[in-house]
């Protein structure tokens, strides 16, 4: 049966906020590592649009080696967070696939790529990247949140090509976690692999690894532009 989520890992389990009408778009949100969905269908929740469905799944539970191997929910396995860190590459792969399994879902349940944008903060966002510049649809956008771009080395040859994917970057200009320098340096990076006008990188003052209301406006600008009414 097409609409049944179990076939789908993460959609089982996943936090949605509904349209308030028919849905003709969805936003697919990634949180960061060690934390869920839940928080962040509440900040989008301030954000949405009656006919655009927000969908936060559920990182597994895993080790991660940067935190002692510590069990917590992570998209993949993360060894380090500086631009030369070893990469968990079978772990982003695989994840990106889980991800690309909830698009396929929607598309088969009447809402098309190009009616999606894939978004997600910090090990969300970096995956969120990964998933659309490797994806074979060509998907409405993405929002990629205080984030790198996992396995940069292998771009632009790794990408499909979708040379008109519009991404929005965001990062806080006071990131301990991940400075806004690696922000800085994957946008140029992205500009390599996608037509550099489709890039738009805002950086945020005094503001930390999280979000703010700032922020969260020119998410909600971005999304009310690539994701009308139709």
Not at 90 to 103: L, Y
Not at 179 to 206: C, D, H, Y
Request: aromatic share 6%.
């Amino acid at each position: 049966m097409c609409g049944n989520n179990m076939s789908v890992p993460l959609l089982a389990e996943a936090v949605t906020v509904s349209g308030v009408e028919k849905e003709t778009a969805a936003v697919i949100f990634l949180h960061g590592l060690g934390d869920s969905g839940h928080g962040w269908a509440d900040t989008l929740t301030g954000i949405r649009l009656p006919h655009v469905k927000f969908i936060c799944p559920h990182a597994p539970p895993i080790p991660v080696t940067l935190n002692m191997k510590s069990m917590m929910p992570a998209w993949f396995d993360l060894m380090g967070l500086s631009p030369d860190s070893p990469e968990d590459e079978s772990g982003i792969k695989k994840a990106a696939e889980n991800i690309k399994a909830i698009i396929e879902h929607e598309a088969r349940n009447g809402i098309p790529p190009n009616r999606i944008i894939l978004g997600g903060f910090s090990q969300g966002g970096a995956l969120s990247l990964y998933t659309a510049l490797t994806c074979q649809h060509q998907l409405a956008g993405v929002v990629a949140l205080s984030c790198w771009l996992p396995l940069h080395r292998s771009f632009p040859s790794a990408s499909s090509g979708n040379k008109n994917l519009p991404i929005l970057q965001c990062h806080g200009e006071m990131d301990a976690m991940i400075p806004v320098q690696f922000g800085a340096m994957t946008a140029e990076k992205l500009k390599s692999i996608v037509n550099p006008q489709m890039i738009t990188f805002k950086t945020f003052p005094g503001l930390p690894h999280s979000s703010c209301p700032q922020e969260m406006a020119a998410v909600k600008e971005f999304i009310e532009k690539l994701l009308p009414r139709i």
